[in-house]
């Protein structure tokens, strides 16, 4: 039976850990208010969820399950306007969201062009 390729591990400190990885990404990003989801988003995705109450990607297989998530279509990046584009949006359940999230929008899936901060929303 063919042995197992050895992993190289710098001598020193261990390797973090994904737990400890997502602390230290979570420490350094900012706030969900300063990143545009604030009070006024809170509104605004709570009236739109009251009026499309299903995902719509499980709805197209035929599935009934409730949003509990409005996602952007088009990642805003930024992008106030886009942001703010309820043409934009779609309700989604959490697990549609993430898998969406980690295979079109995370910063893994865009080459790490994502995390952009949000100007304040218009009035």
């Known amino acids: 039976m063919p042995k197992r390729i050895p992993t190289f591990k710098p001598a ?7 737990r400890q990885r997502k602390a230290d990404f979570d420490r350094t990003r900012e706030t969900s208010s300063a990143r545009g989801y604030g009070y006024r988003w809170q509104k605004l995705r709570k009236k739109f969820l009251e009026h499309n109450p299903l995902c719509v990607i499980c709805a197209m297989k035929n599935l009934v399950k409730a949003a509990m998530v409005v996602d952007h279509i088009i990642p805003h990046k930024g992008n106030a306007e886009l942001f703010w584009d309820q043409k934009n949006w779609q309700p989604l359940c959490t697990s549609c969201h993430s898998r969406k999230t980690a295979t079109e929008d995370s910063d893994f899936a865009s080459g790490g062009r994502g995390g952009k901060s949000l100007p304040p929303p218009p009035l």
């Open 12 to 18: 020193g400190k261990p390797a973090p850990t994904e």
